[in-house]
């Protein structure tokens, strides 16, 4: 055991190679600066370890060592520049390292939205390899080495938004450098692949025309419905100022790119005409729109405020289920939108069905929601932070904490993205109607903006 501890107490061959090193460093610094006596006895020590770190002589390298840094402390002692020098140029060396291991190695990321449930769910964390499809450029998009042959359809992606329109794209790395913000993805296609949607599923060929299977018979696509569009009009666009009031034209853009047009004509009919290319001969033909319906759960009060004129003969229920339908460039009607605008918009058809509580019941045990935060009644979304409670819907009896649901099945998101189930009885799985409507209408907004109205927007809920 003595010995042991003895042999563990001397100075490693390294950390003596260490000392040499930094002494020799700063004597080449500091020479001219000495005198004489001081010179000498610097050379001696420093000729003294290094014939002792050659021999491998273990007591004399430790102890010529320790020597060697108090003689250096006593002589060499280092200035506040030599001291900002040093600790400038350790960020500086474990700057670069750190950017490019981030660039070129792997990253650490977070996942800020739900984009990507019920695969990856926000608040993940993940750590990403950089090499599987090639060497990255650092601080650029470009490669030293890239094979596309490697990258699989189906294949979980990062990309920067570099090059692509999309809104607030701009980011600070490491708070100095600028960049773009970085994407997580499914990748589905590939250069020369044509696809399409139809019933919430996606198909497509090659180049080659040969059908890709691989991007529906993977469990994971088995899984997910593709719903490929998020509002029937995206995004619309108008002119800078209205002509008494009205804003007589509207430029509807899905994915950035616009695909049709609607106009008020002096008769004060409304045409409509696509403008994609290729042309396509309806609206609803565009990624199968008349396949789907958006929805959003009202009470008979708010069934009489949005269709006062209609839905007479409608039968009695504890809610109903507000769907639109099949948009179409035929029978556009001026509405004004979420922002103010008086426009033009498409025509669609509108479906209320009443809802029993056997419907409510069934609705909440296949509840999907994003991530949220409840505080003091208010509902947040994940990440959002706590302000504006004005406008944010209640849940009330529901205690503070964050959850999620999928699929019917609640839980409660604890320290460390640790989930875990929620009991039956637990207030968030209340059968209450109210309570599924407002699961229903703000699950993935958590907004009073979508508050049903006759101008607010439906929320993300879709209906085959």
């Not at 019917?408 to 209450?432: C, F, M, Q, T, Y």
């Amino acid at each position: 055991m003595n010995t042991f501890q003895k042999i563990a107490s001397i100075y490693s061959l390294g950390k003596s190679k260490k000392v040499l090193k930094a002494a020799t460093r700063l004597y080449r610094q500091k020479e001219k600066r000495l005198d004489a006596i001081d010179k000498e006895q610097l050379q001696a020590l420093l000729s003294a370890l290094q014939a002792a770190i050659l021999q491998k002589d273990y007591e004399m390298a430790e102890r010529t060592s320790k020597q060697l840094e108090e003689v250096s402390k006593r002589f060499m002692p280092k200035s506040i520049w030599d001291k900002t020098r040093d600790f400038a140029g350790g960020i500086l060396f474990a700057l670069i390292v750190a950017i490019a291991i981030r660039q070129m190695w792997f990253e650490f990321y977070s996942i800020p939205t739900g984009s990507m449930r019920p695969t990856l769910k926000e608040g993940d964390y993940l750590v990403v390899s950089k090499t599987d499809f090639g060497i990255n450029t650092p601080l650029r998009s470009g490669h030293f080495y890239f094979d596309s042959h490697l990258v699989e359809r189906g294949a979980i992606v990062i990309f920067t938004g570099e090059n692509m329109d999309m809104p607030d794209n701009d980011t600070m790395y490491f708070y100095v450098v600028p960049g773009k913000k970085q994407y997580i993805k499914r990748l589905i296609g590939k250069p020369g692949d044509t696809l399409y949607f139809y019933g919430g599923e996606i198909y497509g060929v090659n180049e080659r025309g040969r059908e890709l299977t691989e991007l529906r018979d993977p469990k994971y696509f088995q899984e997910l419905e593709h719903i490929p569009f998020i509002r029937f009009e995206g995004k619309v666009e108008t002119p800078e100022s209205a002509t008494r009031g009205i804003y007589q034209t509207a430029f509807i853009y899905q994915m950035n790119e616009a695909v049709a047009k609607l106009s008020l004509n002096s008769m004060g009919t409304i045409n409509g005409e696509m403008i994609s290319e290729p042309k396509l001969r309806t609206y609803s033909d565009l990624w199968g729109f008349k396949n789907y319906a958006m929805s959003r759960i009202l009470t008979s009060a708010q069934v009489k405020q949005l269709y006062p004129n209609g839905l007479t003969d409608l039968e009695p229920g504890l809610l109903y289920l507000d769907m639109q339908h099949h948009p179409s460039l035929q029978g556009g009607k001026l509405t004004r939108d979420e922002m103010g605008r008086f426009r033009p918009s498409l025509g669609t058809s509108t479906s209320i069905l009443p809802l029993t509580q056997i419907h409510l019941d069934q609705i909440l045990a296949h509840m999907t929601t994003c991530r949220f935060e409840v505080k003091d009644g208010r509902v947040y979304r994940f990440g959002s932070g706590h302000e504006g409670a004005q406008y944010r819907p209640e849940l009330p009896g529901v205690p503070n904490g964050t959850y999620e649901m999928q699929n019917g099945v609640a839980r409660e998101v604890l320290l460390g993205g640790i989930a875990k189930e929620l009991d039956p009885s637990h207030p968030l799985l209340s059968h209450n109607p109210q309570q599924i409507q407002t699961l229903y209408n703000f699950g993935f907004e958590w907004s009073n903006y979508y508050e049903p109205s006759a101008h607010s927007p439906f929320p993300s809920r879709y209906v085959p």
